[in-house]
């Protein structure tokens, strides 16, 4: 199976970085397809008898010791499934700049 991925032409020309994304996508589906001949489907799993926010935060914690990116990958893929398989007893979507709270982007702080 193929799939596209489509990024704004004029995003791509201002910021080239965002066509490591590609990349990054077809690492994180090798990963979820390897798994899924390790694991079996996910639906057998998740969320009945693994929560893949909790492996989100594994590998969160992992990346932070180790600095090994592969982690982070892996937390890409569990909160992919998360998404697809909540846990969350009251998971949903809001999307929409009025809907979404989000924190924003977090600046570091080296001084």
Do not use: W
């Amino acid at each position: 199976m193929q799939f596209t991925i489509t990024i704004s032409d004029q995003a791509v020309a201002e910021d080239q970085g965002l066509l490591g994304f590609a990349v990054i996508f077809q690492i994180m589906a090798n990963r979820m397809s390897v798994s899924h001949f390790k694991y079996g489907d996910m639906a057998d799993k998740y969320p009945d008898n693994a929560k893949a926010i909790d492996n989100v935060r594994t590998r969160l914690d992992l990346y932070e010791r180790d600095g090994n990116v592969e982690h982070l990958i892996d937390a890409a893929n569990f909160a992919a499934i998360e998404h697809l398989y909540p846990s969350h007893p009251e998971a949903h979507l809001e999307s929409g700049d009025e809907m979404v709270k989000s924190p924003g982007l977090v600046y570091r702080d080296d001084g």
